[in-house]
């Protein structure tokens, strides 16, 4: 069966310190893959996007993710975050863009 | 620009009642999408409209559950004889296009709907 896993429910970091949030997906080919962000109070907002071509995607935010076929993952990196990401994250698959499997999401607290 | 506004922001109501839900798309998006977030799960899919196309109904869970769009706009997603088990906030977005899948899509600050 199809489906997205985001094994960390929570995850706290320091700021400053890297950040890498998984996504690991069961997919029969490559599908559509999406990381958006949930700040309190704010609806969903897209971080990046990959269809297809350069497996190292930029996002905004200074958000990167990199498309592992062998490993099928799409993992999320900041190098240095800041206090302002503490947020709910969420990955998002589908073999067509407008159908998505979401992950259960992943909690980031940023401490001091 | 406006982006994707629903409402209401909250909605409680009695098991088996009917409720509708209310999403209007960012002017000239051709493609509406409608999720469910349930506690401790991520969104799920449950309808696509894309222009005058037939809408993808492939992820509504049961058949107390509809949505339309009228005028290529605003989109209603209706529940019918409400259950416990509905209690989720309900998500719209939408996208300039549907197909392709370069679009991207906006989501709204959903409708939080309680069951009791």
């Known amino acids: 069966a199809q489906s997205v896993t985001q094994p960390d429910i929570h995850i706290t970091v320091s700021e400053g310190a890297s950040l890498e949030l998984r996504c690991n997906y069961s997919y029969g080919a490559t599908p559509y893959l999406f990381w958006y962000v949930q700040s309190p109070g704010q609806g969903l907002q897209l971080l990046l996007k990959?269809?297809?071509?350069?497996?190292l995607v930029q996002g905004i935010k200074g958000f990167e993710a990199e498309f592992k076929r062998s490993q099928s993952s799409f993992n999320l990196r900041k190098p240095s975050v800041h206090w302002s990401d503490a947020a709910e994250y969420f990955c998002a698959v589908g073999e067509v863009a407008y159908a998505l499997n979401f992950g259960k999401g992943t909690s980031l607290l940023v401490t001091p | 620009g406006a982006g994707v506004s629903q409402s209401p922001s909250n909605k409680v109501t009695e098991k088996g009642k009917d409720v509708e839900l209310r999403c209007d798309p960012i002017s000239g998006h051709t493609a509406l999408y409608w999720y469910r977030q349930s506690l401790g799960q991520g969104l799920e899919f449950l309808i696509y409209f894309q222009g005058n196309s037939a809408p993808d109904k492939s992820g509504l869970p049961s058949d107390r559950f509809s949505a339309e769009r009228t005028g290529g706009s605003v989109s209603t997603l209706t529940i019918q004889r409400t259950q416990q088990e509905d209690s989720a906030v309900y998500l719209c977005?939408?996208?300039?296009?549907?197909?392709?899948?370069?679009?991207?899509?906006?989501f709204g600050p959903g409708t939080r709907l309680l069951v009791l």
């Open positions: 990959y269809f297809s071509g350069d497996t």
């Open positions: 977005a939408s996208s300039l296009v549907g197909t392709g899948g370069q679009e991207t899509q906006y």
